[in-house]
């Protein structure tokens, strides 16, 4: 495929999501501009040493002992498994926790036009959470349904739709519930999902998300 179109193949890959080389029949590849998409970070990790409490990593690392708990799911008495890994910042968050996806992104519609995102389904009611801090916008549109525009600290534009509820607005910090999964706007009947993009500018096409997806959500 890139040799056809004279195009370095690491680049093609890159520029679409596509991971371990894998096509899908029906998506429109991106040949031109080749966009290379966004790489978010993975912020900071600690691995657990025997012996260590969530308030002495806490202490090692000038962070307070809620926020780690927090960032890490840690409910109040869980036990640390040495030689795990613990996060220290939140880097870049899975926006869906144990959602399921695929690469959709790319897709061409009935109408002509591409999916511009990825789908991320979950049950209906689970938690949308910012995967990154920023300022969070709502509204709602007529074919969105109830949809969130949020401006990263890391530069990156990240919007969503179709969901049931909003959560938190304004300045948010990673982590934060922003909303629930749900089908509104013209995703009525389906499964619930979060309709989820990403835009390396505002006024930018969206890169796919996919790969960012994968390294934080599996």
């Not at 959602?99 to 938690?127: L, M, S």
């Not at 959470?129 to 600290?153: C, K, M, N, Y």
């Not at 519930?177 to 989820?196: D, Q």
Request: proline content about 6%; hydrophobic content about 40%.
């Amino acid at each position: 495929m890139a040799a056809a179109h004279g195009v370095d193949p690491d680049m093609l890959a890159r520029a679409n999501g596509i991971v371990n080389g894998r096509l899908t029949a029906g998506i429109r590849l991106q040949l031109t501009p080749l966009r290379v998409p966004f790489e978010p970070s993975t912020g900071q990790t600690h691995v657990i040493a025997a012996g260590e409490s969530v308030a002495s990593i806490a202490r090692a690392h000038g962070t307070a002992v809620e926020d780690l708990m927090n960032l890490n799911h840690i409910h109040a008495g869980e036990s640390l498994e040495a030689g795990e890994s613990i996060r220290i910042s939140s880097g870049w968050l899975c926006p869906v926790p144990g959602a399921q996806f695929a690469n959709d992104w790319g897709w061409v519609k009935p109408d002509g036009r591409t999916h511009e995102g990825v789908d991320v389904f979950a049950n209906h009611g689970a938690a949308i959470v910012a995967p990154v801090a920023g300022h969070l916008h709502q509204e709602e549109g007529p074919s969105g349904g109830l949809q969130f525009t949020l401006w990263g600290d890391d530069g990156v534009v990240y919007f969503g739709s179709h969901m049931d509820s909003f959560g938190a607005s304004g300045d948010v910090s990673a982590g934060e519930t922003i909303g629930t999964i749900g089908s509104t706007g013209n995703a009525a009947g389906t499964s619930p999902h979060l309709h989820f993009e990403v835009h390396t500018t505002p006024r930018d096409r969206t890169a796919n998300p996919y790969p960012a997806l994968v390294a934080a959500c599996e």
